[in-house]
C-alpha cells in the first residue's frame, strides 16, 4: 500500500452548540475531494478525537465515507490498547481505507510497550495501519528504533512523524524500508522532510487553502526546489499564527472567518 502526497487532517465542524455539524462535514469532505488532495484524516488531533462521543465517531466516519472520492483514513487511537482495538475494528467494519493510531497518551509507556500496544492493535485487525507520533501531545516519543520494529509488521504502512525533531525523522528515513512511508505531521517541516525522503504530508493548513497546500506538496515531491522553498517561506506567517495556540483553535476560528462550517472547539479548548 503507497501513502503519498498530501492528507488533510479534518477539522469536525460543531453547530454553535457543539453538536456535530453534519452537513458542514459533509461539506468539507466534498470540498477537499474537489481540491484534488490524496486522502482525508478524521477523527485526529484537529478533528478534536478527545470529545468525540462514540455515536458520532460513526455518524462522522459515515458522513465522510458517503460524500468523499479520496481515501477515509480515520484516527483510531486511545490511551487504553483494548479501547484502540475497539475503534479499530470499528473503521474496519464501517469501510476505512486506513487507521490513523496516536501513542497512548498519558500513561506514558516505554519504548517496549509502545511496541505490544501496537501490534496487539495490529495483531487483531485487518485494516491498514498508519502511526502516529506526537509526543508533545501524548507525553511520549515513538523512537526510530520502535517504528522500524513495527514496520516489519505485515500491515503498518506508514507513520505520521509530528515529533518536529528534523534529526530524528533523518535517521527513520535512512533506516526504514522501502516500503514504509514517513509523512510529515508538521506543515512547516514539509519540505526538509520531503528532502530527506518523505513522501507526504498531513496537513493542518490544507483545511484552509486545499488547491494550494495540495500545489506545494506536489512541488515537493516532484522536487521543484525553487517553487516549493517559496511556497514555504510564503506559508511560514500563516503556520506561526495557526500554531500559536493549541491546535485546532486558530484554524477553526479562521474557517469560520472564511465562511467554511467550522464552528466552535469543545470546551475544555
Not at 481540491?35 to 478527545?50: M, P, Y
Not at 470499528?90 to 500513561?107: D, M, T
Amino acid at each position: 500500500m503507497e501513502c503519498k502526497g498530501l492528507y488533510t487532517a479534518l477539522v469536525t465542524p460543531f453547530n454553535e452548540d457543539t453538536t456535530l455539524d453534519r452537513e458542514g462535514l459533509a461539506a468539507l469532505v466534498r470540498q477537499q475531494c474537489k481540491a484534488g488532495v490524496d486522502a482525508i484524516v478524521v477523527l485526529g488531533t484537529t478533528g478534536e478525537s478527545a470529545t468525540i462521543e462514540p455515536d458520532e465517531r460513526i455518524a462522522v466516519i459515515k458522513i465522510a465515507l458517503e460524500n468523499s472520492t479520496v481515501p477515509i483514513w480515520v484516527g483510531t487511537g486511545a490511551n487504553s490498547t483494548r479501547k484502540a482495538i475497539e475503534q479499530t475494528l470499528e473503521a474496519q467494519r464501517l469501510g476505512a481505507a486506513g487507521a490513523l493510531i496516536v501513542s497512548p497518551y498519558y500513561n506514558r509507556p516505554t519504548q517496549e510497550g509502545l511496541y505490544q500496544h501496537f501490534k496487539a492493535i495490529h495483531d487483531a485487525t485487518r485494516i491498514p495501519i498508519m502511526l502516529y507520533n506526537n509526543p508533545g501531545r501524548c507525553g511520549v516519543n515513538l523512537l526510530p528504533e520502535t517504528v522500524l520494529r513495527l514496520a516489519a509488521l505485515e500491515r503498518i504502512y506508514a507513520i505520521k512523524e509530528a515529533s518536529g525533531n528534523l534529526s530524528q525523522m533523518s535517521e527513520l528515513l535512512g533506516k526504514a524500508p522501502a516500503n514504509f512511508a514517513v509523512l510529515s505531521g508538521d506543515d512547516a517541516m514539509a519540505l526538509p522532510a520531503v528532502i530527506l525522503g518523505a513522501s507526504g504530508l498531513v496537513s493542518v493548513l490544507s483545511n484552509l487553502h486545499p488547491e494550494e497546500v495540495k500545489a506545494y506538496v506536489d512541488h515537493c515531491l516532484a522536487h521543484r526546489i525553487r517553487e516549493a522553498r517559496a511556497a514555504h517561506h510564503r506559508w511560514a506567517p500563516e503556520l506561526r499564527a495557526l500554531f500559536a495556540e493549541t491546535n485546532p483553535i486558530i484554524v477553526k476560528r479562521k474557517m469560520n472567518l472564511m465562511g467554511l462550517p467550522a464552528g466552535p472547539c469543545r470546551a475544555p479548548l
